[in-house]
């Protein structure tokens, strides 16, 4: 999709080399914009992008409260086959998009009451989602737990692999002329007469026409910034487990009691994920692993003898309702937030980069990123911390 440009090259930075400021970037530069990208870390897409579990999940991850979410979500679920194929093309790299559908299961009687329960929910949005019977479930993925007594099938909710995604992003970037600069942390804002006229890089200055700050769970942290986005960070720890590649115990992505299951195609099985207000902590608990482990091992069995092959936890960037910061930031202008993606910033990638590009370049808040600005939040009373 290609987005027209009003006027000659405008240099914009972007603060954040995770998914949503590489894929923000990389539209950017493909519509002829001067694109840097300042990451603090030695290598961009190490935080929560690398962390996630890559799962496209607008149907069954919509929940009591978040409707006004669910049309970003589902427009965003619409756009990754062909996001995934342009950056395919353009990188020459895999991402990994597979879409086998996700499968909700339940094992006891109590699991498929709140299944039945949030599945006449789902069903009242309109989402396309199919009750199926436990053997039905079972004639799916064979190795679920022989007690699954019932399932809610999504077809259209896929995955993708969201470390593959960043590593195209990163090359695709390049080759749209995009620069990106790792180590190298924004120290603070330059701004001017109300509008913001570059950012800081400890004793240097680069200078920019529009600012987008795409720093994930640290971007209320960013000095400078006359109103702060009420970003927290929500800890997730994941792990992972290695099935035989050429005899996978699962192909859909499945959700199970306490935990979701996603299995790549290289035969890596995803077990996700705590959620936990703990501030910037990352580190891996016993506790957190052993509940994973215990649920993973309930809805799959089969994974009893199989190794471990990794651990790791990330920060989802929280916001109070859920939902992402998308639009101006208020108090500066030309400074465009887009951050607070919690649950969905893999999900939620390209309508973010689509419509932030469009916002930067020509001015234009698309509808439907209209209900995500942050004046939402001054509406409702809420500050930052
Ligand atoms: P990040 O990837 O965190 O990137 C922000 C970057 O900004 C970081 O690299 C950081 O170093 C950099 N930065 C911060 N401050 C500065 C500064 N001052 N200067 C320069 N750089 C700075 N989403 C889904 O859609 N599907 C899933 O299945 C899914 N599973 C998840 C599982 C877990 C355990 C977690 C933690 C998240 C999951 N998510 C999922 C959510 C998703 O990962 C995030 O919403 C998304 O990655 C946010 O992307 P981001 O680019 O905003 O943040
Ligand atoms: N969307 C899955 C997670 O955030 O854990």
Redesign the pocket.
Known sequence: MSIAMSSSQPRVVL????????AIGWRLALAGASVDI????AA??????????????AAVEAEPGEQPLLPLCLASREMWPDFAAELEAASGLPVGLRREGTMVVALTRDDVETLRSNYEFQRGLGLDIHWLTGAQAKEREPFLNPRTAAAVYSPRDG?VD?RLA?AALRVALAKAGGRLHEG????GLEISAGRVTGVQLGDRVQAADKVVL??????R??PGLPVPPPVRP?????LSIAMDPAAPLLNHVVWGPKC?L?PRADGTLIV???TEEKGFDDQMTAGGVLALLEAAWRTLPGIEELPIREMW?????GCRDDA?ILGWAEGVEGLAL????????????PITAHTIADLVLTGRVDEKIAGFGAGRFARLGVVAA
């Open positions: 603060i954040g080399g995770g998914i949503i400021g590489l300042f990451e603090r870390d961009a897409g190490q935080r929560a992008s690398r962390a996630a579990a890559g799962m496209l999940a995955q969201n960043t190298t942390p924004v120290t795409a720093a994930g769970a640290w971007s942290l960013l929500v800890k997730g720890q994941m979701y996603v996700g994920a705590t936890n990330g920060l989802r960037p992402p887009a951050t607070g993606h919690h649950r969905n910033g893999i999900l939620l990638a």
